[in-house]
C-alpha cells in the first residue's frame, strides 16, 4: 500500500513518519483491499487555536472505489487515530458485506407432492 502525505503546516510537516507508521499499522491487515492512502493534515484556523486540526484521508480501493475520511480534533495526533479507527472500520464492514454477496446459498429441495 502507498501512503501519500500532504499538509503545509510545519508541525504537520514534523508527523510525517508517525503518519507513516500509524497508517501502515492501522491497515496491515486490510492492506491487499487499499492500493493507497493519502493523508493530508490542515490547520482549519491558523494559530488562533482551538479545535481545529483535521484529518483526511482517502483509500483507494478496487472494490468500492475512493472513500474519503475525515476527522477534526484538538490535535492531529488525536484526529489521525480517530479517522484510522474509522476506516478501520468501514473497510471491515464493506469487505463482509461483499463476502456475504458471494457466498451461494442451497436452493430448497422440491417437495414431493
Known sequence: ??????????????????????VQFSMRRL?????????QLVDV?????????RCQIELL???SGPLVL????????SALDRVLS???????RLWRRQREHR???P???PSAD
Open 1 to 22: 500500500m502507498q501512503v501519500l502525505f500532504e499538509s503545509r503546516d510545519r508541525e504537520g510537516l514534523e508527523l510525517r513518519e508517525l503518519v507513516h507508521r500509524r
Open 107 to 109: 436452493l430448497p429441495e
Open 86 to 92: 474509522r476506516a478501520v472500520h468501514l473497510l471491515t
Open 61 to 63: 480501493t478496487s472494490a
Open 70 to 77: 475525515s476527522a477534526v480534533d484538538k490535535d492531529w495526533r
Open 45 to 53: 484556523n491558523g494559530p488562533r487555536g482551538g479545535v481545529d486540526k
Open 103 to 105: 457466498r451461494v446459498r
Open 31 to 39: 492492506t491487499w483491499l487499499v492500493s493507497r492512502a493519502r493523508v
